[in-house]
């Protein structure tokens, strides 16, 4: 029998709603990228990330609490050997309508197939150049043409949401000539992510930050419109134009009450709900993530949590919180 749709019941002080939970798969990656992880993944033989069983109770109960969208990152996510079984996992449930995926494509031409079979429905892809040389100095892995096999094979096999990330860095990857090409005759969404300060990553920031409304006011000069957007989509200011199917998005964590329409958590690779990727404090979810018993205290931990999450980041005081890096909760 159908299940019904839940409202969610996740709504914090500001009267935000959370209909979108972020959940991290694993911290582990097998990029280099300059903003994240430069010198690779370094394993902490302290960290044990989810169970299959404990993915499962996790998404039980943000199900039964009204979240409709499940976007399963890391890390790299699609490393874990389980992850066709913890889509599957997630698509069992009828009230999740949206089931996606971030990765950096390494895997994606090998296994896209599988993966929508167990019911994916939305691909980001990050793609932080497409200049075959500038990729490889920026995430250490000369794989762009491997990366675009995969995504064009997503194409042809009809995945419908699939979007294109790019860490936008001033002076790197910032020239609108070398994205505008791919996007005549494909129908994608490719979005410019404002770089973020992190614990880790500072003197990077300080180096090649550049804002998202340097970008924007181009496109505006070029024609481009910006288009409505639905109640499940992320932060992205999305644009159109008339001659290209595809669009460009811009996230800009440093613009003005750009907190204000936030509507995601975030639970990290090791049980912890995040409040804000930029959070001075975590929600330990671990020790009732056992059996069924605990449904009920876990959600209500769940809705508690909410009273700490405040109005905004705090990335304009170079505050980052407790991220030390964007695969410590998933980026």
Not at 19 to 24: A, E, F, I, T, V
Not at 198 to 214: D, I, K, N, W
Not at 256 to 275: A, E, K, M
Request: glycine fraction near 6%; charge should be positive.
């Amino acid at each position: 029998m159908q299940q019904q749709r839940v409202d969610s019941l996740l709504v914090d002080r500001y009267q935000r709603r959370f209909q979108y939970l972020r959940l991290s798969l694993t911290e582990l990656c097998n990029f280099r990228c300059q903003y994240c992880l430069p010198d690779g993944y370094q394993a902490n033989r302290t960290h044990q990330f989810l169970t299959l069983n404990e993915i499962y109770h996790i998404i039980n109960a943000f199900s039964d609490l009204g979240v409709q969208k499940i976007r399963l990152t890391g890390g790299e996510p699609t490393l874990r050997r389980d992850f066709t079984d913890i889509i599957r996992l997630v698509a069992a449930h009828s009230t999740i309508k949206d089931i996606a995926v971030t990765t950096n494509g390494s895997r994606l031409y090998d296994r896209i197939e599988e993966w929508q079979r167990a019911g994916l429905t939305a691909l980001n892809v990050s793609i932080d150049s497409f200049l075959p040389h500038m990729f490889a100095m920026i995430t250490g892995e000369d794989k762009l043409n491997q990366v675009i096999r995969g995504i064009d094979k997503a194409l042809s096999i009809g995945m419908r949401k699939v979007k294109i990330n790019t860490v936008l860095m001033k002076g790197l990857n910032d020239d609108l000539n070398h994205y505008l090409p791919w996007l005549k005759t494909r129908n994608i969404d490719l979005r410019f992510i404002e770089l973020m300060e992190t614990g880790e990553g500072a003197p990077h920031f300080q180096r090649y930050h550049l804002s998202g409304s340097v970008i924007e006011h181009k496109l505006i000069e070029s024609g481009w419109q910006l288009m409505t957007k639905d109640s499940l989509a992320g932060p992205a200011k999305v644009y159109q134009h008339d001659e290209y199917q595809g669009r460009i998005g811009l996230i800009m964590p440093y613009s003005q009450d750009f907190c204000q329409s936030c509507n995601r958590l975030r639970v990290s690779s090791t049980g912890r709900l995040h409040y804000c990727l930029f959070g001075d404090s975590a929600i330990d979810l671990r020790d009732l993530l056992h059996d069924e018993s605990q449904k009920n205290i876990l959600k209500n931990r769940i809705l508690d949590s909410l009273h700490i999450k405040p109005a905004t980041h705090f990335l304009h005081q170079h505050h980052a919180g407790i991220t030390q890096n964007l695969s410590f909760i998933g980026g």
